[in-house]
């Protein structure tokens, strides 16, 4: 088979492009570890329920000493403990989330809430939530707050369309 | 490393015995504990098996309605349960007291025993799933965030060794599937992780528990198709 020298330089160019790039992506895969973007804290996952701070009491919305509004999720295949939780528009509030088995990805509908969540490691978002955006998708309560669902955004397993859970954002 | 852990069980057993606080269980899948359990010793199980077989029976099944199957049972779930009773994580006077002398490698040796063994029988109706039920068993319930029972305990319930501690449930019997979901629904047993199974088992109805039970314990006998071909 005739191939023309043009075409085979080409080919080579391209193939050591997809080469450079598979060997960059195995490289920081090895090397430099798979975390989370977010925030890069370590805790045992296999003890993750028997931790002070991701124990099943100390789960949700609690507004620390210093006035920061936390909560605190585990997602563990296939729910989102707590199924629900409350939280303030309009003042800054840290998402603290945690699995104790494999990786799944965190999604709050109509905020910017959006992190893998990888085993060993905390995943924290910090963020201000804009009543204006929730509003705009989610389902208005009687009190004047408004509801949106949260769910698992990275396939986890043969039960990953049941990880929803329901974020109740209440106005300034 | 044995005795250690014996003595925090202990510890952590008389802290958390009113139920009230405390982690839901003490057991941990460290790597130390999944080797353990994956290295158990079902020839040393057998001979601890004998003073479980007065109510367990010879293999570890039993016509007792209210006595669990355990022939053929995930060894990580059996595990966990024997470590639960003796940290009065799950309560039953009974198998707390059957499961204080054991030590982890028992435990494990015990787990290794029963998972070896073929299971005999299941004890249901065999009543056939209506439409409804085989959705939430294959699928769940989107609306009230149930995840399909499949997910975590393998088709037609059959376990998931992937999933410690989580069990199979074919071959189990009806009245003792539909107890384990009522005391989930009220809290009586909560040795689930994050209350998984007790969040669950709030948002099902009785007639629900029912059949859920029913089914599981006939998933053992032949499938639906067949037994549909020997009715005609």
Do not use: I
């Given at each position: 088979m005739h191939i023309h020298p043009l075409e085979k330089r080409w080919a080579a160019i391209s193939l050591l492009l997809v080469g450079t790039l598979g060997g960059l992506i195995v490289y920081t895969a090895v090397a430099m570890s798979i975390h989370p973007p977010s925030n890069v804290e370590a805790i045992d996952s296999t003890r993750l329920h028997l931790t002070p701070e991701f124990s099943e009491e100390n789960l949700g919305v609690k507004r620390e000493k210093d006035g920061t509004v936390v909560a605190r999720v585990v997602m563990a295949r296939f729910m989102v403990v707590p199924h629900e939780i409350t939280v303030p528009a309009g003042v800054p509030i840290v998402l603290r989330v945690a699995t104790p088995d494999v990786v799944h990805g965190l999604h709050v509908a109509g905020t910017n809430i959006g992190t893998q969540v990888v085993p060993g490691y905390v995943s924290q978002v910090r963020t201000t939530i804009d009543f204006a955006s929730v509003a705009r998708i989610g389902v208005r309560n009687a009190d004047g707050s408004v509801t949106v669902p949260l769910f698992c955004n990275?396939?986890?397993?043969?039960?990953?369309?049941?990880?929803w859970g329901r974020v109740i954002v209440t106005p300034k | 490393m044995n005795r250690r852990t014996a003595v925090i069980a202990v510890v952590l057993a008389a802290l958390s015995a009113p139920l009230?606080?405390?982690?839901?269980?003490?057991?941990a899948w460290t790597l130390d504990t999944v080797k353990l359990v994956r290295g158990g010793d079902s020839k040393k199980g057998q001979t601890l098996h004998g003073d479980c077989s007065?109510?367990?029976?010879?293999?570890?099944?039993?016509?007792?309605?209210d006595v669990p199957n355990l022939?053929?049972?995930?060894r990580f779930y059996i595990f966990k349960q024997l470590q639960d009773y003796k940290s009065k994580s799950r309560a039953s006077s009974m198998m707390s007291e059957s499961a204080a002398p054991l030590s982890d490698r028992d435990m494990a040796d015990l787990a290794a025993f029963y998972a070896a063994q073929k299971p005999s029988r299941g004890a249901g109706s065999g009543r056939r799933p209506d439409a409804a039920i085989s959705a939430l068993v294959a699928l769940g319930d989107g609306t009230r965030l149930i995840p399909a029972?499949?997910?975590?305990?393998?088709?037609?319930?059959?376990?998931?060794?992937?999933?410690?501690?989580m069990p199979g449930?074919?071959?189990?019997k009806e009245v003792d599937l539909s107890y384990q979901l009522t005391t989930f629904r009220s809290g009586?047993?909560?040795?689930?992780v994050y209350r998984v199974m007790r969040d669950i088992s709030k948002k099902l109805t009785d007639d629900e528990i029912a059949s859920l039970a029913a089914y599981y314990a006939g998933a053992?006998?032949?499938?639906a198709t067949a037994a549909a071909q020997e009715k005609k």
């Open positions: 990275e396939f986890c397993g043969l039960g990953h369309q049941s990880m | 009230a606080g405390g982690p839901s269980s003490h057991v007065g109510c367990h029976g010879e293999t570890g099944d039993t016509d007792t309605p022939a053929g049972q995930e029972c499949d997910a975590c305990h393998g088709r037609r319930g059959e376990g998931n060794p992937g999933f410690y501690g449930l074919r071959n189990q009586e047993r909560g040795n689930d053992e006998k032949k499938p």
